[in-house]
């Protein structure tokens, strides 16, 4: 409760070192003045213990140790004087204008300065003498000096304080920057990883499955070529993107898939799929062929991986239909697969494809649906439909 009113050590010393030294002179008798309303010595005193006293509330109450130290300077002006009275005083002026608040800061140098003007002209005007402007230089040395000096060391104090907010702020934005980039990069790579890896792995899950499932030397050994093809492929992808990651590459693999390996991802998937009852089949609508930006071909080499990847796991026994086109500088890719039930084993999904696709349309500032859909003859499709800008500069990444 009390420990707002606890004096600092430093003002503690300052009120002991004040008190002794007035102390010290009033002992050896060194006076300022002399034919006072008071002559007694010891009555100089009284401003003495009440300055040193005012010292201990330089900090806590700045300017309520201003305003009685201002009648305490008064009332040594009535008696022999002593000159530590007046340096304490200094100090009480100094403290006030460095710790009181903006408002008393910024009114005390002007206040103070205007008292100087004032006492100048006052006594230049009653003693009509050149000495009587050494007053105003006395009263300016006083009042006006410390002042000017509290205002310019809390100046700097201030500007120091707002350096200082400045740098964590700036360290701050910089941590929540460098927070986001590993998020980013995080969630980059784990896409990255779902995509390389999930085809391979359904694939795996189906045949296997169906291997354990049906007892069929035939089968079993149709499926195992299987498993072992997308074992291979799963391997070699796994490797590039370790070898990537060790090597800390760019934004993209150097070597990333493009549109030109779209023939081979759904020859692929075509025969992965045959012994679900899946028929894969590509279109490519395009009149221009030539090479678009490598995230706009990334992207869409992995919606239609993930599409087929898909339809591997949920899609009834049909057609799949993968369609590339464009309009303009848009490139559309949709996927088509049949919904229902189908007979045979199925892989789990855990909706994380579905999610990395939408992330990299959103990186590209594409658009993306992806849901059930009914064709003219009433049938139930699952339609997956992005579009892609490929100008340059559209990535977000």
Not at 340 to 349: D, F, K, S, T, W
Request: aromatic residues 4%; charged residues 20%.
């Amino acid at each position: 409760m009390f420990s707002s009113f606890r004096p600092h050590r430093h003002d503690v010393l300052l009120a002991v070192v004040g008190l002794s030294g007035g102390m010290l002179l009033w002992l050896l008798g060194l006076h300022l003045q002399t034919h006072r309303v008071f002559t007694a010595p010891w009555v100089s005193l009284v401003p003495l213990v009440v300055a040193s006293g005012l010292e201990l509330l330089r900090r806590t109450s700045p300017q309520t140790g201003l305003v009685v130290g201002t009648l305490a300077l008064i009332a040594d002006q009535l008696t022999v004087g002593n000159l530590a009275t007046i340096l304490m005083f200094t100090d009480l002026v100094y403290s006030a204008v460095l710790y009181g608040k903006p408002s008393a800061a910024r009114r005390i140098p002007v206040t103070t300065f205007l008292i100087m003007v004032v006492v100048t002209i006052g006594f230049l005007a009653w003693f009509r003498t050149p000495q009587s402007l050494l007053i105003g230089v006395a009263t300016g040395m006083i009042s006006f000096g410390p002042a000017l000096t509290g205002a310019s060391v809390r100046n700097h104090r201030d500007a120091a304080e707002t350096a200082r907010l400045h740098a964590e702020q700036t360290a701050l934005l910089a941590e929540m920057d460098r927070a986001q980039a590993v998020t980013a990069e995080r969630t980059r790579m784990a896409r990255e990883l779902h995509d390389v890896v999930a085809n391979h792995l359904s694939a795996i899950a189906v045949h296997s499955t169906a291997a354990l499932s049906i007892d069929k030397p035939a089968t079993s050994r149709d499926a195992l070529g299987v498993i072992r093809e997308n074992s291979v492929a799963g391997l070699a992808e796994m490797r590039r993107l370790i070898k990537l990651l060790r090597a800390g590459g760019s934004s993209e693999p150097a070597a990333s898939p493009t549109l030109a390996s779209l023939d081979a991802l759904v020859e692929q998937a075509r025969t992965n799929a045959a012994s679900s009852g899946l028929t894969c089949t590509f279109e490519d609508a395009r009149e221009e062929r030539e090479p678009l930006p490598a995230p706009v071909e990334l992207a869409a080499y992995r919606i239609v991986q993930e599409s087929l990847t898909n339809a591997l796991k949920h899609a009834a026994p049909g057609p799949v239909e993968v369609r590339l086109d464009r309009a303009g500088q848009v490139l559309t890719i949709e996927v088509r697969s049949v919904i229902g039930e189908r007979p045979g084993p199925r892989a789990p999904g855990s909706g994380a494809g579905l999610v990395g696709m939408r992330e990299r349309v959103a990186l590209l500032g594409g658009t993306i649906e992806a849901g059930p859909s009914a064709t003219g003859d009433g049938a139930r499709i699952w339609r997956v439909r992005a579009e892609l800008p490929v100008t340059e500069g559209t990535s977000r990444t």
